[in-house]
């Protein structure tokens, strides 16, 4: 038996909430819709009180990732990959130890074998995750300049060589 942590166990069960019911047919209730927004919400929620629980969410994530791919659950495919992207922008730290990413490639890369739309959704998440691994944090950057709409004039997306640090967003 695994021993757990209760903040594990509290976002493995809000991610398989999330999960629920994917499978079902939209046309014939959408108070499970409702529910899933909550449920997806409520993990948010749970994952933002806690910079560490950012990569145990996506831990769980590639858990059930693995389950998916073993068991064929084709409709799961696209939510825990769209989950792990949006997972991925927002966490706050990557211990410089972490095998997590690459771990993730191992994973996701299998699926390209699948039929669309799923090999494109991974074939997109691979990509996303590649340009993390070359620079920690390059996705996030972009999306505050957008956000904010800084100016990109004059200065460049730094994507260090290999060993080199990044240190601020203009270099």
């Not at 499970?32 to 996506?58: A, K």
């Not at 410089?96 to 890369?109: G, Q, V």
Request: aromatic fraction near 8%.
């Amino acid at each position: 038996m695994q021993h757990t942590s209760c903040t594990e166990d509290r976002i493995q069960h809000a991610l398989q909430r999330c999960l629920h019911g994917l499978g079902r047919d939209p046309s014939s209730t959408d108070t499970w819709t409702v529910g899933l927004c909550m449920n997806r919400w409520s993990l948010e929620e749970l994952v933002n009180r806690d910079p560490g629980n950012f990569l145990i969410l996506l831990q769980q994530i590639l858990k059930r990732t693995r389950e998916v791919q073993v068991n064929s659950e084709y409709v799961l495919v696209a939510p825990l990959a769209l989950m792990f992207f949006s997972t991925l922008l927002r966490t706050p730290f990557f211990p410089p130890d972490s095998t997590l990413l690459k771990e993730a490639c191992e994973i996701y890369h299998s699926f390209l074998t699948w039929p669309e739309p799923y090999c494109s959704v991974c074939r997109d998440l691979l990509t996303f995750i590649h340009q993390e691994l070359k620079a920690p944090g390059i996705s996030y950057q972009r999306l505050v300049r957008e956000e904010q709409g800084l100016t990109t004039e004059g200065t460049r997306d730094f994507i260090p060589e290999a060993g080199e640090r990044r240190t601020g967003i203009n270099h």
